[in-house]
């Protein structure tokens, strides 16, 4: 079965640093990878998809992810943080095995909070 | 372009009510999914839908149901509310099936008393 793992519920960092959120997924074949925010009181925005066309995916508000086969990894980053960067970070598979479904499983989130 | 329209935004019930959620996906997006958000479970997948058929559903009991219509909105009911059933309910939705991104709409609050 798939499944997500995101490395530390809570992150904080200073105004201008680099942010860096873990995204981990276990699955036979590499899946579908999405990176969504949360925001208080809303849904979530998608941030960027991995659908392997290329391996650094670059994404909305200077985010990018690099997927790591070896690794199983799909971790977010972001060269500078900005104020309004604090919310809840998921990153989430869907099966690409199982044909056509869009289901999704999330991670367990990141709340990231950026420190003036 | 309107994006995904939910409704009600907020909503209280009591233990053994039945309720209604409406979703309004995006227009041209015949997929629609259904999520449930709580602190205690995080984001758990409840059905997946497309052309007004079920592709996809979660492990939910019985209690929790869904549709879709001709216009591609859809609708999910909980019969026999439970305290457990509070959460947020978002639903999403994509121009088809197949690993294809989601938009989600602001959800609906659901509350149990």
């Known amino acids: 079965a798939q499944s997500v793992t995101q490395l530390g519920s809570h992150v904080s960092v200073s105004e201008g640093a680099l942010v860096l959120l873990r995204c981990n997924y276990s699955s036979s074949v590499p899946p579908y990878l999405f990176w969504y925010v949360q925001y208080p009181n809303q849904g979530l925005q998608l941030l960027l998809k991995y659908t392997s066309a290329a391996t650094l995916v670059k994404g909305i508000n200077g985010f990018e992810a690099e997927f790591k086969k070896s690794e199983t990894s799909f971790h977010l980053t972001k060269p500078s943080a900005h104020m309004s960067d604090a919310a809840e970070y998921f990153c989430?598979?869907?099966?690409?095995?199982?044909?056509?479904?869009?289901?999704?499983?999330f991670g367990t989130g990141t709340l990231l909070a950026v420190q003036p | 372009k309107a994006g995904v329209t939910q409704t009600p935004r907020y909503l209280i019930k009591t233990r053994g009510q039945q309720v209604t959620l409406s979703c309004s996906p995006i227009s041209g997006h015949r997929s629609v999914s259904w999520y449930q958000q709580t602190p205690g479970q995080g984001l758990q997948f409840l059905f997946e839908y497309f052309s007004e058929t079920q592709r996809n559903k979660g492990n939910f009991p019985g209690r929790f149901s869904g549709r879709q219509f001709s216009n591609s909105r859809s609708e999910m009911n909980v019969s026999t509310l439970e305290l457990g059933d509070s959460a947020l309910y978002l639903c999403?939705?994509?121009?088809?099936?197949?690993?294809?991104?989601?938009?989600f709409g602001d959800g609906t609050r659901l509350s149990i008393l």
């Open positions: 989430a598979v869907s099966d690409r095995s199982r044909g056509a479904t869009n289901k999704l499983i």
């Open positions: 999403a939705s994509s121009p088809g099936p197949g690993g294809q991104p989601q938009h």
